[in-house]
T-cell receptor, first 113, second 115 residues
Framework: DAEITQSPRHKITETGRQVTLACHQTWNHNNMFWYRQDLGHGLRLIHYSYGVQDTNKGEVSDGYSVSRSNTEDLPLTLESAASSQTSVYFC????????????FGEGSRLTVL | AQSVAQPEDQVNVAEGNPLTVKCTYSVSGNPYLFWYVQYPNRGLQFLLKYITGDNLVKGSYGFEAEFNKSQTSFHLKKPSALVSDSALYFCAVSGLSGSARQLTFGSGTQLTVLP
């Protein structure tokens, strides 16, 4: 079955360290998204991609970067982790002509000490 | 800019009673509206969507939602709640951004169904 997987599921890091969260989907979807989930804020869009070599900033992109070298993967990098980036991160994907239905990964819980 | 409001952080309902989770939206043009559900330590799962047509949309697990254009609302409903319906529910609106649609989510409503 097609799926979307995130790793690691849990990570603890220190302020200032670089962190990369992996996202891999086997749906062959063109569109991929990274969200962060925080209490009281719901899900907020960090970065998104509509295809290979395409990346775009979302609502809360400061301090984050992504790259899209193939269809399957969209890694999210925190260049210098900050305590404010402690959150649960969700990767999602959708078909190119999707009306908006997203398929989500299980989430990555990041704690920055 | 598009936005979604879920006015209730928490909804409690007794098992067997009807439930409603409220959502209002703001978007330019015709709205595409969605409900997602999140169980503990899981990703979000699609429940149902409204694109066009009948204002009452039926989805998974017996849920339905009613689109009301004049009130800009898209409330989630179920005639008889189950304990297993307890979860976090998100309303979302989809708007065009370039060539594809993006979802904007509400802040979520925690539904607790009491036995």
């Amino acid at each position: 079955d097609a799926e979307i997987t995130q790793s690691p599921r849990h990570k603890i890091t220190e302020t200032g360290r670089q962190v990369t969260l992996a996202c891999h989907q086997t749906w062959n979807h063109n569109n991929m998204f990274w969200y962060r989930q925080d209490l009281g804020h719901g899900l907020r869009l960090i970065h998104y991609s509509y295809g290979v070599q395409d990346t775009n900033k979302g609502e809360v992109s400061d301090g984050y970067s992504v790259s899209r070298s193939n269809t399957e993967d969209l890694p999210l990098t925190l260049e210098s982790a900050a305590s404010s980036q402690t959150s649960v991160y969700f990767c999602a994907s959708s078909e190119q002509q999707s009306t908006g239905e997203l398929f989500f990964g299980e989430g990555s819980r990041l704690t920055v000490l | 800019a598009q936005s979604v409001a879920q006015p209730e952080d928490q909804v409690n309902v007794a098992e067997g009673n009807p439930l409603t989770v409220k959502c209002t939206y703001s978007v330019s043009g015709n709205p595409y509206l969605f409900w997602y559900v999140q169980y503990p330590n899981r990703g979000l799962q699609f429940l149902l969507k409204y694109i066009t047509g009948d204002n009452l949309v039926k989805g998974s697990y017996g849920f339905e939602a009613e689109f009301n254009k004049s009130q800009t609302s898209f409330h989630l409903k179920k005639p008889s709640a189950l304990v297993s319906d307890s979860a976090l529910y998100f309303c979302a609106v989809s708007g065009l951004s370039g060539s594809a649609r993006q979802l904007t989510f509400g802040s979520g409503t925690q539904l607790t169904v009491l036995p």
